[in-house]
């Protein structure tokens, strides 16, 4: 017990408030080395700080608990890599954010804000395999990654050319979910995919204006924008149900690299 720190005084050499040090207790980030069992008080190891300084330091960067959590279990070589994802991504939303904010500033000021080239294709019909969730922005990924890891294998039967996509029901944030459904066209006439929470739909043939997003641009609006403008300076009219063609993993492409087409069917 002598060589255990109490709370208040751990607190005070990890640069970590009292409270903080309670949450980081109920969401097993940080848990104590000891708990009285009789007041509940709270005593940790001087081995523990160490731990408390590199959650200090991550939550300075916004990294969420639960990803911190995974970053501390991970072995040096894997956390460097997580941190430097982690941080790929936050840099990707700032520039996403710089651009958005930019392009209100500009509208503002009446100023023409340079858009993506748009262009139109006849799509032919396809039989779909679909999965649905209502999700905010924060959790598609999960949703999505495991879908196009299996059905973008090239041993999933599909017709020529055809490529997985997401379809957005509705508008997305990290603070409000919608509708996203990812739809792989297959060839209904050939071997049978066991995925039987998956359902079968009809899509028909039509035509759609698309545009191409870099990676260095996939966080921002821009595309959207784009197709916006294009259809009022157009006079067009799409179902506004957008669908994301990823062309490439994004994992592996490069800032300048395409990595995904956003499209919508024109009416």
């Known amino acids: ?41 709270r005593w940790y190891s001087p081995d ?20 911190i959590r995974t970053v501390l279990d ?40 340079p858009m993506y080239d748009v262009s139109v294709r006849e799509v032919p019909a396809h039989t779909l395999l679909t999965a649905s969730e209502h999700l905010t922005a924060d959790r598609i990924g999960e949703f ?25 029901h509705g508008e997305i944030s990290n603070d409000s979910d919608g509708l ?8 209904p006439e050939g071997e049978k995919i066991a ?10 043939a039509g035509r759609e204006a698309y545009v191409t997003v870099l990676k260095a641009n996939m966080m921002t609006a821009l595309g959207a924008e784009s197709l916006h403008r294009w259809l009022a300076d157009h006079d067009l009219r799409a179902d506004w149900k957008p669908r994301q063609i990823f062309l ?6 490069g800032l300048d690299d395409p990595v995904f087409e956003l499209a919508v069917r024109l009416r």
């Open 1 to 41: 017990m002598t060589d255990l720190l109490t709370i208040g005084a751990f607190a005070r050499l990890a640069r970590l408030s009292p409270k903080a040090l309670r949450l980081y207790d109920e969401t097993n980030l940080l848990p104590p080395a000891r708990v009285d069992p009789d007041t509940g008080y």
């Open 48 to 67: 523990q700080l160490e731990r408390a300084r590199s959650v200090v330091q991550l939550r300075r960067i916004e990294m969420p608990l639960s990803r």
């Open 74 to 113: 991970l072995s040096p070589e894997a956390a460097v890599a997580e941190v430097r994802a982690y941080w790929d991504e936050q840099e990707r939303e700032w520039r996403a954010k710089q651009e958005l904010a930019g392009f209100f500033l500009d509208r503002l000021a009446g100023k023409e804000t």
């Open 144 to 168: 999505a990654a495991p879908l196009f890891a299996f059905f973008g294998d090239p041993s999933v039967p599909r017709p020529e050319g055809a490529r997985p996509f997401l379809r957005y």
């Open 180 to 187: 996203v459904e990812f739809c792989c066209p297959i060839d």
């Open 195 to 204: 995925f039987p929470e998956m359902t079968l739909s009809a899509d028909d």
């Open 248 to 253: 490439c993993d994004p994992g592996r492409a």
